[in-house]
């Protein structure tokens, strides 16, 4: 896994070094005014702290430094564009779950307003990763027309907001490639800093990665393999 963090950092450098070869950086006028644009988002839900999985918090306090620099340079890309992070594997099982919540804390730790969305449809684990037990989630605010405030958990001491979702997400439901979907990352991207989406394996057909990256969605990929 901390293999994936080095992957992550040279992602960010190389957003930035494109961003600077098209005029964009610094562009500390444009980082202020999108700063200034950004919607409230006010959670019903509200936590001190969320219980972030063991392997989580051993691999932040083992390489702090390194994930230092990191974190710099994701603040960095986050300045200059970078509103939608899709964490995608392979296959499952690969630590990507791990690596999204890593990268949600250790962005929150930094001074950005996070939210990590459970975009995994077919098997979501964020909830039962960060210990949360929640009756509602996005499908039921998107399927009852109701505001992402009243499912999202905001964690006051981590800066992180989670969008959960509890279950598996029938295709008779909502559509991978459902415009609802693209709608609520967006209305995210508007509210928060960074937004995080543990988007499931990209081998199965059913993955966001491929329906939201399509149509521009996604600002980023990374691709954790174990």
Not at 74 to 100: C, F, H, M
Not at 123 to 137: A, C, I
Not at 146 to 166: K, N
Request: with cysteine; glycine share 6%.
């Amino acid at each position: 896994l901390p293999d994936a963090f080095f992957a992550v950092d040279g992602l960010f450098e190389t957003l930035l070094s494109v961003l600077e070869e098209f005029g964009a950086y610094p562009a500390v006028v444009e980082r202020e005014l999108r700063r200034s644009k950004l919607r409230v988002f006010n959670p019903v839900w509200e936590v001190d702290s969320f219980q972030w999985p063991n392997i989580c918090l051993e691999l932040l306090e083992k390489s702090a430094e390194s994930l230092d620099v990191v974190a710099r340079n994701l603040n960095d890309a986050v300045q200059e564009g970078l509103k939608v992070l899709a964490i995608t594997s392979p296959q499952g099982g690969e630590g990507r779950t791990t690596v999204a919540c890593c990268l949600a804390k250790l962005a929150g730790s930094h001074g950005l307003n996070v939210a990590i969305v459970d975009g995994d449809i077919e098997n979501p684990t964020l909830s039962y990763q960060t210990n949360l037990d929640v009756e509602n989630d996005w499908k039921t605010a998107i399927l009852n027309q109701l505001p992402l405030e009243d499912i999202a958990v905001h964690s006051i001491d981590d800066q992180v907001t989670l969008v959960p979702l509890i279950g598996p997400i029938d295709q008779s439901e909502i559509a991978a490639g459902d415009n609802r979907i693209e709608f609520m990352l967006h209305e995210l991207s508007e509210s928060f800093d960074l937004v995080i989406v543990d988007m499931g394996h990209m081998s199965s057909p059913r993955s966001l990665v491929n329906s939201l990256g399509a149509r521009g969605v996604i600002s980023a990929v990374v691709a954790v393999v174990d």
